[in-house]
């Protein structure tokens, strides 16, 4: 009986990811996680500013995928969010708000929802 019900609960938890998966909207949640990222890369900078990172290691992080060793190709999202960590004065949460709002309104288009006459 012991070992039934262990297998019973083993298989609803692994059943329960798939079930809310499945309702999901693609579209704004890839969106909403780019946010989600770049916020979270602005609260890491703030934090790395404050325990004394140099700047200038930020700069590798925000290089693009594609780009060559001789490239210096930066994404400047990315690069904006890293190096305005550096001069940011309150709490690393704070600035993880403020980017997270920008980006959000920045893909305003995406998240509103129209009324239909």
């Known amino acids: 009986m012991k070992n039934l ?4 609960l083993g298989l609803v938890l692994c059943l ?8 999901e909207n693609f579209a ?3 969106a909403m996680q780019d946010c989600y990222s ?7 900078s703030v934090i790395n500013s404050r325990v004394g990172v140099p700047a200038e290691h930020a700069l590798p992080l925000s290089r693009k995928l594609d780009a060559l060793d001789t ?7 990315f690069l904006v969010v890293m190096l305005d960590a550096y001069l940011w004065d309150k709490t690393p949460h704070s600035y993880a708000l403020k980017v997270f709002y920008d980006c959000a309104v920045n893909n305003r288009p995406l998240h509103s929802a129209k009324l239909s006459p």
């Open 5 to 8: 019900s262990k297998l019973t």
């Open 16 to 23: 329960a990811p798939l079930a809310s998966w499945s309702y």
């Open 28 to 30: 704004v949640e890839t």
């Open 38 to 44: 770049l916020a979270m890369i602005g609260m890491d």
């Open 71 to 77: 490239d210096y190709a930066y994404d400047d999202r």
